[in-house]
């Protein structure tokens, strides 16, 4: 595999090394998402980085990821996100019917761009948006809309064959499994069939 397809298909973590992530990199991070495709470039986001380690340690708390396999997949302190990205919109200036669509292409800039420097990255909307937007000192016409958690990977999880559930796991190994429909299941050609074909 190369280049970017390889990113696509190994990217995704939940245990991080206590190693900090250079604020260049970080900006990296923003500067890739402020230039993802955009409805009608209203540009309506924005997003604060948290890498202050005491904020860090008080932001973990109003994060709800994970509970496919809580308790085992807990994060113990020195397995969690050393920097966050918060996502914000502009909710005076978004458009109601697209700024989702906006979030997810920025979003996926920085999941990508973080994982070819190396470091591991979790998009996370289970949070606590009013206790965040107080952290963080948002105001209240810009909506905490999700966050990313950020660090240098420390695990290498495995796809498996989506079987009856869309639930991940930790085997005794500590191994995270994530399933996914195989790409027979979803692809069609030309037209949609029941059984995939050309």
């Not at 990217?11 to 250079?22: D, E, G, H, N």
């Not at 994982?115 to 948002?138: P, Q, T, Y």
């Not at 999880?157 to 299941?185: A, C, G, M, T």
Request: hydrophobic letters at 40%.
């Amino acid at each position: 595999m190369e280049g970017i397809y390889r990113v696509i298909i190994q990217r995704r973590i939940r245990r991080f090394k206590k190693r900090s992530i250079a604020l260049n990199l970080l900006k990296k991070m923003v500067n890739c998402a402020r230039l993802a495709p955009l409805a009608r470039n209203l540009q309506t986001i924005e997003y604060i980085i948290v890498n202050n380690k005491e904020l860090c340690s008080q932001f973990f708390s109003y994060l709800k990821g994970a509970a496919y396999i809580s308790p085992q997949g807990d994060l113990p302190l020195d397995k969690r996100p050393v920097a966050y990205i918060a996502i914000l919109v502009d909710m005076k200036k978004a458009d109601q019917k697209y700024f989702a669509y906006d979030v997810g292409a920025a979003v996926e800039n920085i999941l990508l761009f973080a994982w070819s420097k190396d470091i591991g990255s979790c998009w996370m909307h289970s949070i606590e948006r009013e206790n965040i937007a107080f952290l963080l000192k948002v105001p209240s016409h810009i909506r905490v809309d999700s966050i990313i958690s950020l660090g240098y990977k420390d695990e290498k999880p495995q796809i498996e064959k989506f079987i009856d559930s869309p639930k991940y796991w930790k085997d005794n190994f500590r191994v995270l499994h994530v399933s996914k429909r195989s790409l027979e299941e979803i692809i069609h050609y030309n037209y949609y069939r029941n059984i995939s074909r050309r």
